[in-house]
């Protein structure tokens, strides 16, 4: 099974830390039911299995009920993939909160904002102006990018490099906007999003049990019909506080003022072209901002247990 879905075309992460608060007929049919339930099994065994090991007591119990009904959800049918849509402002914890919950569930993992951090690195990398806006996006619609989907290890490939360390730089995370705004790169990105949000209803690295994707406009735009769609947000403070400890190891106060730029200006110039920091109809809001991480994650896989299960 492959672990990682390239692109047809071939061509944010937002770190949580804990403590400070929060920084997924006939016999060619029995064959087919079967091949199904074999990856279904497998996975449930996984998701259970991860949320016994290093979980409170109420995260562990709602990830192994979650795993449970997803592995006896129909017995008469393949039961129905689960996706998780999960949204939210920079520093909000959105990555690594997705990619636990995620591994709990047997779930595969997106991380969205990968995408449009690849991208920026891609026209970079090719020396493309980023101001030049038609010229950006005929690049990134050509883009040879390949993402992993593993939550234990996503991976983010661009023609055949990887790049999963070099996007996370600072120089990346400054200039991610530029490209992020651009709204044919936004069309082409999300185009790709829900392609490979629909490999895993039906195969791909869950075997159809489906997946946690993270990111802008994933509640809106990319998956509105996602069983469960969360807003995860926090307080400006709690924000700056998170994202300065991840990126500089410290959260004083020039350690906060340094991300400032890259927390408060990002989030109001991706504002113009998404809606992530109100919740809309149907999407649940967690705060995180006096949670730690693991009562982040606790809370949002009680959400999917509560409106996620069928």
Same mark, same amino acid.
Request: charged share 25%.
């Given at each position: 099974?492959?672990?990682?879905a390239?692109?047809?075309?071939?061509?944010?992460?937002?770190?949580?830390? *804990?403590?400070?608060?929060?920084?997924?007929? *006939?016999?060619?049919?029995?064959?087919?039911?079967?091949?199904?339930?074999?990856?279904?099994?497998?996975?449930?065994?996984?998701?259970?299995?991860?949320?016994?090991?290093?979980?409170?007591?109420?995260?562990?119990?709602?990830?192994?009920?979650?795993?449970?009904?997803?592995?006896?959800?129909e017995t008469?049918?393949?039961?129905?993939?689960?996706?998780?849509?999960?949204?939210?402002?920079?520093?909000?914890?959105?990555?690594?909160?997705?990619?636990?919950?995620?591994?709990?569930?047997?779930?595969?993992y997106?991380?969205? *904002?990968?995408?449009?951090?690849?991208?920026?690195w891609?026209?970079?990398?090719r020396?493309?102006?980023?101001?030049?806006?038609?010229a950006?996006?005929?690049?990134?619609?050509?883009?040879?990018?390949?993402?992993?989907?593993?939550?234990?290890?996503?991976?983010?490939?661009?023609d055949?490099?990887?790049?999963?360390e070099?996007?996370?730089?600072?120089?990346i995370?400054?200039a991610?906007?530029?490209?992020?705004?651009?709204?044919?790169?936004?069309?082409?990105?999300?185009?790709?999003?829900?392609?490979?949000?629909?490999?895993e209803?039906?195969?791909?690295?869950?075997?159809?049990?489906?997946?946690?994707?993270?990111?802008?406009?994933?509640?809106?735009?990319v998956?509105?019909?996602?069983?469960?769609?969360?807003?995860?947000?926090?307080?400006?403070?709690?924000?700056?506080?998170?994202?300065?400890?991840?990126?500089? *190891?410290?959260?004083?106060?020039?350690?906060?003022?340094?991300?400032?730029?890259?927390?408060?200006?990002?989030?109001?110039?991706?504002?113009?072209?998404?809606?992530?920091?109100?919740?809309?109809?149907?999407?649940?809001t967690?705060?995180?901002?006096?949670?730690?991480?693991?009562?982040?994650?606790?809370?949002?896989?009680?959400?999917?247990?509560?409106?996620g299960?069928?």
């Amino acid at each position: 099974m492959s672990h990682s879905a390239t692109d047809s075309l071939g061509g944010t992460p937002e770190s949580l830390e *804990g403590g400070t608060g929060a920084s997924q007929d *006939g016999t060619a049919g029995a064959s087919q039911d079967g091949a199904t339930a074999a990856a279904l099994s497998g996975a449930t065994a996984a998701a259970m299995s991860a949320a016994a090991v290093g979980a409170t007591s109420g995260a562990a119990v709602a990830a192994a009920s979650i795993a449970h009904d997803l592995a006896h959800a129909e017995t008469t049918d393949v039961a129905r993939p689960l996706v998780v849509a999960l949204d939210g402002p920079s520093g909000s914890g959105k990555s690594s909160v997705s990619r636990q919950v995620a591994s709990r569930l047997g779930l595969a993992y997106l991380d969205t *904002g990968a995408m449009y951090r690849a991208a920026t690195w891609w026209c970079v990398h090719r020396g493309v102006d980023l101001t030049d806006q038609p010229a950006v996006a005929a690049l990134v619609a050509g883009m040879p990018l390949e993402i992993g989907v593993d939550p234990s290890d996503p991976t983010v490939h661009v023609d055949g490099t990887d790049i999963a360390e070099a996007i996370r730089d600072s120089s990346i995370s400054t200039a991610v906007s530029a490209v992020a705004t651009n709204l044919e790169v936004r069309a082409e990105l999300r185009r790709r999003q829900r392609e490979l949000i629909d490999v895993e209803r039906t195969a791909g690295f869950s075997g159809g049990v489906g997946v946690v994707a993270e990111g802008r406009d994933i509640t809106t735009v990319v998956a509105p019909d996602a069983d469960v769609r969360v807003l995860l947000t926090a307080s400006e403070e709690a924000r700056l506080a998170r994202r300065a400890k991840d990126v500089h *190891g410290d959260a004083d106060a020039s350690s906060v003022e340094a991300t400032r730029d890259q927390v408060v200006r990002r989030d109001r110039d991706d504002s113009t072209v998404s809606q992530f920091l109100v919740a809309a109809d149907g999407v649940v809001t967690v705060d995180s901002s006096d949670l730690d991480f693991e009562q982040t994650v606790q809370a949002v896989l009680e959400v999917v247990e509560r409106t996620g299960q069928r």
